[in-house]
C-alpha cells in the first residue's frame, strides 16, 4: 500500500513536503507519481519517478517549483513544493506503476492511465 503524508493550509510563496510511504513492496521495480485533482476536473499528473534509477519527470503543471525525489531506504517518495500558488490547490495522490510508459516524457497526456496503486490523498489549500 501507499500512505501519504504532508499537506495542509499555507498561503501563497509558501512551502509543503508531501511523503508517499510503500509497504509491503520495494520501489526499485516501480516508477510512483504524484497526481492532483480539484473537485468535478479530472487528475491530472504532476510529477513521477522511477524507483530503479531516479529518473524524474515533471509535468508544465510544476512550473518549475516542484521537486521529486525518493529515499531507497526508507521506501518513500517525496513531493517538495515550492513558491506555492492559489492554483495549486488540490488533493494530491501518489500512486505507483510497474510499467515504463506510463512514468515518461509524455506523463501529463497518459496521466492515470496504467497507475493501479494509490494512496489516500492529501489536501493542499493555498489562500492568504
Known amino acids: 500500500q501507499l500512505v501519504q503524508s504532508g499537506g495542509g493550509f499555507v498561503q501563497p510563496g509558501s512551502s509543503l513536503k508531501l511523503s508517499c510511504a510503500a509497504s509491503g513492496f520495494t520501489l526499485d521495480r516501480y516508477a510512483i507519481g504524484w497526481f492532483r485533482q480539484v473537485p468535478g476536473e479530472k487528475r491530472e499528473s504532476v510529477s513521477c519517478?522511477?524507483?530503479?534509477?531516479?529518473?524524474?519527470f515533471y509535468t508544465h503543471l510544476t512550473k518549475g517549483r516542484f521537486a521529486i525525489s525518493k529515499d531507497s531506504f526508507r521506501n518513500i517518495v517525496y513531493l517538495q513544493m515550492d513558491n506555492l500558488e492559489r492554483e495549486d490547490t488540490a488533493t494530491y495522490y501518489c500512486?505507483?506503476?510497474?510499467?515504463?510508459?506510463?512514468?515518461?516524457?509524455?506523463?501529463?497526456?497518459?496521466?492515470?492511465?496504467?497507475?493501479?496503486?494509490w494512496g489516500q490523498g492529501a489536501q493542499v489549500t493555498v489562500a492568504s
Open positions: 500512486a505507483a506503476t510497474l510499467s515504463m510508459p506510463y512514468c515518461a516524457e509524455g506523463f501529463y497526456h497518459t496521466g492515470v492511465t496504467g497507475f493501479d496503486l
Open positions: 519517478i522511477w524507483g530503479s534509477d531516479g529518473a524524474s
